[in-house]
């Protein structure tokens, strides 16, 4: 059984950064995707896509963090992290990191493509 466990986030002034991380075990699915995800406030059940990365380091960012953003993995450690730069108010969420299967193409930011999630990290950026 694959899990995750989440660490970081917190708080934040905007223009300012956080990184969060992710620790996974248990992943036997050979190839992989890992991702970020992010629930806005009052948006429950919807999970916005923010970041993904495969196994070959490809990645895949949200139109709204791009630029800002950096997801990058340690392998050696089943680690996953999101750097997060020049944050806004409105990046202000509960952030989830989640694994699944690899599939062709770009990492996938649709959550239905993921079979495993972390606990959740609240990120707030205060202007």
């Known amino acids: 059984q694959v899990q995750l466990v989440q660490s970081g986030g917190g708080s934040g002034q905007s223009g300012g950064s956080l990184r969060l991380s992710c620790a996974t075990s248990g992943y036997t699915y050979g190839s992989y995707y890992g991702a970020w995800f992010r629930q806005a406030p009052g948006q429950e059940g919807e999970r916005e896509g923010v970041?993904?990365?495969?196994?070959?380091?490809?990645?895949n960012y949200a139109h709204s963090v791009e630029g800002r953003f950096t997801i990058s993995q340690d392998i050696a450690k089943n680690t996953i992290y999101l750097q997060m730069n020049s944050l806004k108010p409105e990046d202000t969420a509960l952030y989830y990191c989640?694994?699944?299967?690899w599939g062709p193409g770009r990492p996938s930011l649709v959550a239905d493509a993921y079979k495993s999630w972390g606990q959740g990290t609240q990120v707030t950026v205060s202007s």
């Open positions: 989640a694994f699944g299967p």
């Open positions: 970041a993904a990365i495969d196994t070959y380091n490809l990645t």
